[in-house]
């Protein structure tokens, strides 16, 4: 099926760093939406964003719409322990249709 | 918590066999979509049910149905399991608008013998 395209597949990185995941799309949608998984749970939903060209923050993250509606991307500032899951973008046009996935592993 | 909830956790069923899977949503959504889940991938959308309708399907043959009730609960059949439908299934809820967003459940996970 479908998929967006997520990178990168996986990133190890020391306590303290800041990450960037993106995603690209060849389709336009008018909501993207980054979501969380930590192993053996649903995704839970981290930052949605509904305008093309929106920048949306949470806390430590901070996630853009990007201008076409067919990118996003995902930073994390000053990664802890608990960031470690994998992190989905996923496209919304009633039904959300997901990237592969960046499974992140922060070293203490 | 999102107040999501599906049961059972965990099943495993042998090829040929049937399942049901049951997802409650949240209080006050009125629309529930099933995602399978494989391993080391990302969900792929199996369809969304509106008000008890169905309102969208994706790429998945005839014996995966479902139904919605009036209490928006929803169940997930899957019939003559087949070993690749082993995976996690996840539903979501979302509500009341149309389109809003959707926020899921743990799971279920499904192996296939």
């Known amino acids: 099926g479908q998929q967006l395209n997520q990178s990168p597949q996986s990133m190890f990185i020391q306590e303290g760093e800041d990450v960037s995941m993106n995603c690209t799309s060849s389709s336009i949608f008018n909501t993207w939406l980054w979501y969380k998984q930590d192993p053996g749970e649903g995704p839970v939903l981290l930052i949605a964003?509904?305008?093309?060209?929106e920048l949306t923050s949470n806390g430590r993250l901070t996630a853009q719409f990007g201008i076409t509606r067919k990118d996003s991307f995902l930073n994390i500032s000053a990664s802890i322990p608990s960031d470690v899951g994998i992190y989905f973008c996923a496209g919304q046009e009633g039904m959300l249709t997901f990237g592969g996935g960046t499974r992140l592993m922060v070293k203490p | 918590e999102t107040g999501v909830t599906q049961s059972p956790t965990h099943l495993i069923k042998t090829r040929g066999q049937q399942v049901t899977l049951r997802c409650s949503s949240q209080s006050g959504h009125n629309t529930v979509s099933w995602y399978q889940q494989a391993l080391g991938q990302g969900p792929q959308f199996i369809f969304q049910?509106?008000?008890?309708?169905?309102?969208g399907r994706g790429n998945f043959p005839p014996r995966f149905s479902g139904l919605q009730f009036p209490n928006y609960s929803s169940e997930l059949n899957v019939n003559a399991l087949e070993l690749d439908d082993s995976a996690l299934y996840l539903c979501?809820?979302?509500?009341?608008?149309?389109?809003?967003?959707?926020?899921f459940g743990p799971g279920t996970r499904l192996l296939v013998l």
């Open positions: 049910y509106y008000r008890e309708e169905e309102n």
């Open positions: 964003l509904y305008k093309a060209g």
């Open positions: 979501a809820s979302s509500g009341p608008g149309h389109g809003e967003t959707q926020y």
